[in-house]
């Protein structure tokens, strides 16, 4: 649940010892003491991957495009001696980096494994990576109790809640950098009865499930900050920087009809925009073409896999759906969002690959409008 999932004979005393005055200052993102996957993760290209072989691997605009992009934005150019920053739009953020993306893949994938994250989609071809799910243990309380209880097993004591990491990495309008997208997904444990997330003071043994929870922009964030970290920015500086105040937001508007979303930026900062307001809405980008102004997108797998039954001490595993199963469920539900510039705007339109689903489509660019307005 969202304090604790305890063993009901300590539950008692582990709530007892968790006033505010026994809390120790904690870090806000620590997925390492929680995995198992460290031992599993050696720094390295595992033996069934191969490091991308060349920037052809990567669905990019032409050298051209890039050349005209970046004499566009020369003021933005990365200062000689600053090797990653943080970029703003509206809401949202991003790294750019200095570096191709076939250079910086393998130190990517390294960052997501220091962290303790098991790399489950590590895609090249298309720019995409993905982690598996892991409990942020900065949540849980750092009392005397609780760590000696989390000696023993870190199944004593539980946040209720798993994040893992969709990461989408392209190359950059500027030259020789690269553009670093992190979306964070969240599921959370509830009751099966009444889908209650607030803890029950029982012996008695009750079924959960896990469920889906909105995006997190501040676990974002600090994944963020540590990945500039990673690529040498110090602590403080890191911090700083992705807090730095948002700028006032682009606005966007929905048609009349609904079928098109107009977002009142350049084509560029559109198409980076859309992006991640896609991955925050719930959807996969499958592929992506920018020459096309072009994104595949599918529904999320979290949210079409069904809700698997827990308990006190059961195996985080909810995504046991059948396999082929869960492919044709996604293949019904894959759809076309095409980006075209048009006078002081950027039109977005929606066209389904297979069966239509209006109410999807709504919810889509719904969705999409919320997080660009």
């Not at 051209?64 to 920053?85: R, W």
């Not at 950098?177 to 029982?202: C, F, K, P, W």
């Amino acid at each position: 649940m969202k304090a604790f999932r305890l063993v009901p004979i300590v539950l008692a005393l582990v709530l007892a010892g968790c006033s505010s005055d026994d809390l120790l200052l904690q870090r806000r993102v620590d997925y390492r003491s929680g995995s198992d996957n460290l031992s599993k993760n050696p720094l390295e290209v595992p033996p069934d991957l191969s490091a991308p072989a060349s920037k052809s691997t990567l669905s990019l605009p032409p050298r051209a495009t890039l050349v005209a992009a970046a004499s566009a934005t020369a003021s933005q150019v990365l200062p000689g001696s600053t090797k990653a920053k943080v970029v703003t739009a509206g809401g949202q953020r991003w790294l750019v980096v200095r570096g191709k993306p076939e250079k910086l893949w393998n130190e990517i994938r390294e960052f997501w494994i220091a962290n303790g994250f098991l790399i489950t989609v590590d895609n090249p071809a298309v720019g995409i990576m993905e982690t598996d799910w892991l409990e942020n243990r900065a949540k849980l309380p750092q009392d005397a109790l609780t760590r000696l209880l989390n000696k023993v097993s870190s199944r004593f004591a539980s946040t209720g809640e798993l994040d893992k990491y969709h990461v989408r990495i392209e190359r950059g309008t500027e030259l020789e950098t690269t553009e670093i997208y992190v979306t964070h997904r969240g599921m959370i444990e509830a009751y099966r009865d009444d889908g209650s997330t607030q803890l029950r003071n029982t012996t008695a043994h009750v079924d959960t499930i896990w469920k889906p929870r909105p995006s997190d922009p501040v676990l974002e964030a600090d994944m963020l900050a540590l990945m500039l970290q990673h690529f040498g920015m110090d602590e403080q500086t890191a911090r700083a920087t992705v807090k730095t105040p948002a700028e006032q937001l682009t606005r966007a508007e929905l048609s009349a009809d609904g079928k098109s979303l107009s977002v009142f930026d350049s084509y560029d900062r559109a198409w980076r925009r859309v992006g991640l307001a896609i991955e925050r809405s719930g959807f996969v980008i499958n592929d992506r073409d920018r020459t096309k102004g072009v994104y595949y997108v599918r529904r999320a797998d979290t949210d079409i896999a069904k809700e698997e039954t827990t308990n006190y001490l059961g195996k985080l595993a909810f995504w046991r759906k059948n396999d082929a199963d869960k492919k044709l469920a996604a293949e019904k539900l894959e759809y076309q969002l095409q980006i075209k510039q048009e006078v002081n705007r950027s039109v977005l339109t929606l066209k389904a690959k297979n069966t239509s689903d209006p109410a999807l489509e709504k919810q889509l660019m719904d969705a999409l409008l919320k997080q660009l307005k």
